[in-house]
């Protein structure tokens, strides 16, 4: 436990800064499992907000969020492509 007071408010800043930070991580994790299920269009820019969101609160590293958000573009994109192949072959 900490000692010093100054110890004592780092011990309280940091708990708090926690709680929000696990908050965002669930709420990003909750938004993946939505998208994941069925991705679309509609769902993926609900993953960026979020996404944007946990790297302007550095949750994630910004290059993080950057290659999560290229990689769930392509799944949209190539949900897109399977769509438009499928109605020409038809």
């Known amino acids: 436990m900490p000692v010093s007071l100054s110890a004592k408010k780092s011990l309280r800043s940091s708990i708090a800064k926690r709680k929000g930070n696990l908050a965002w991580r669930k709420k990003l994790k909750d938004v993946l499992r939505i998208f994941n299920k069925n991705p679309d269009k509609k769902k993926l820019d609900k993953v960026y907000s979020v996404l944007d969101k946990v790297g302007k609160r550095n949750i994630f590293h910004k290059n993080k969020v ?3 958000k290229a990689r769930y573009s392509k ?4 949900l897109s492509v399977k769509k438009d192949s ?3 072959k038809k």
């Open 86 to 88: 499928s109605k020409k």
């Open 75 to 78: 799944v949209v994109a190539s």
């Open 66 to 68: 950057s290659r999560l």
